[in-house]
């Protein structure tokens, strides 16, 4: 008997609880048939056992089998749930890896916790300077900041997840607005390093009780790590990206960047068949100025320039620096007078600059398709037309005029 309740643990723990109550079903039924053989004398056993022996052998391969099956089952549940969070876990990190942009990292999450966890509403505030709502499901709406928030400074504060049970909008007015009559909230910092960027906020879904279990607390903690990395590379990459799109010394997009977009905003032009002006814009004695006054002032002239130019242009313009003291504007859905009075504009501007040394700037129009079918066309009329301005006593605008020849110069470099 005790070899036969010892292999019934074993194949219960060793198998699954399911094997185990099918072994102590052949068992008790074996029990009962050798019980009939000896009593018809088809077999003769060493010990000859009563009925209450048989019964009392099912019933401790019953308590056994039961009372193993209860431990193997608990222990089978939560191998079963642990293997679901870290396939969980895994999918979350490969979408991140397929995600560079931060507010589509966010809606990951929030996904994720939503789908996974079957939280009823989640929302996620992230930011480097200042925190914004970027991603949520089925939370209200607000325009505060989630940083006057007393759980929300306790939860960045601390470093540390926050259970909140009942919301007080005296104290918590962000998460008021966001989850009206809200009950078991958990506040969840975005932590990278020792730095936290954000945090995300899910709810507790009620049908799994009023308790919230350490394991949900402990997998929220690890999507909320996961996603903080990814936010960091995703900054990192967008900064890379505008260092590589950007002229380090004025801030404007570099040659590179103004060839790449050219070649766009043409063909979108060209396909629309609309209008697209280039204004090139050069700094009159500008080697004057790094001579009298040095570098450093030239390059404080150029930055002040840059900055005229960007501030007098429309978000859909494109300012970048072409060479040396050489700017282009690019205006696109502009013919060639709309061009001629914004480089008025701009020259006008650029005189009225009040440090010193004051500056004026030569500039030079030409329209796409006006003045050219290419590019590199209308940039070489809008050149050939700056240079006139140059000749013509600088401070001053031309606009290209049809059948201007193209400049054959080529621009000072950087």
Request: charged fraction near 20%; glycine fraction near 6%; hydrophobic fraction near 45%.
């Amino acid at each position: 008997m005790t070899l036969v309740l010892v292999q019934i643990v074993a194949v219960t723990l060793l198998a699954s609880f399911r094997t185990g109550l099918k072994t102590a079903v052949w068992h008790s039924m074996l029990g009962f048939v050798v019980y009939q053989y000896a009593g018809a004398e088809l077999i003769h056993p060493i010990h000859r056992s009563t009925i209450r022996d048989v019964i009392a052998f099912v019933l401790a391969v019953w308590l056994v089998t039961l009372a193993t099956a209860a431990f193997a089952s608990v222990n089978e549940r939560e191998l079963r749930r642990r293997n679901y969070d870290l396939q969980g876990l895994a999918n979350l990190s490969r979408r991140l890896e397929e995600t560079p942009r931060a507010e589509q990292i966010c809606q990951r999450l929030v996904d994720a916790v939503h789908d996974d966890f079957l939280a009823p509403r989640v929302a996620i505030a992230v930011g480097r300077d200042t925190w914004t709502l970027v991603a949520s499901v089925n939370t209200g709406t607000t325009n505060l900041s989630p940083l006057m928030d007393h759980s929300v400074h306790i939860a960045v504060r601390e470093r540390r997840t926050v259970r909140l049970g009942v919301l007080r909008a005296d104290l918590d007015p962000w998460l008021a607005q966001l989850f009206p009559r809200a009950r078991r909230l958990l506040l969840v910092p975005l932590l990278a390093g020792n730095t936290v960027n954000g945090v995300l906020v899910a709810e507790h879904n009620p049908r799994f009780g009023s308790r919230v279990d350490r394991r949900v607390v402990t997998m929220l903690e690890r999507y909320a790590s996961q996603t903080a990395l990814a936010l960091v590379n995703s900054w990192l990459l967008e900064q890379i990206s505008h260092l590589a799109a950007t002229d380090m010394l004025t801030g404007v997009a570099n040659r590179r960047t103004l060839e790449q977009n050219l070649d766009r905003m043409f063909a979108l032009a060209g396909r629309g068949m609309r209008p697209i002006s280039l204004i090139m814009v050069d700094i009159d004695h500008f080697k004057r100025i790094n001579d009298t006054y040095g570098h450093q002032v030239g390059d404080r002239t150029l930055q002040r320039v840059a900055q005229v130019l960007r501030s007098s242009c429309r978000s859909s313009d494109l300012v970048a620096r072409y060479g040396g003291e050489e700017f282009v504007v690019v205006l696109p859905d502009t013919d060639c007078d709309g061009a001629a009075v914004v480089a008025e504009t701009l020259r006008q501007r650029i005189q009225a600059l009040e440090e010193e040394p004051r500056v004026t700037a030569s500039l030079g129009v030409a329209t796409f398709p006006l003045h050219g079918g290419t590019p590199d066309q209308v940039l070489s009329v809008a050149d050939a037309a700056l240079y006139q301005s140059k000749e013509s006593g600088r401070n001053r605008v031309t606009v290209a005029t049809v059948g201007s020849e193209p400049s054959t110069r080529s621009p000072q470099p950087l």
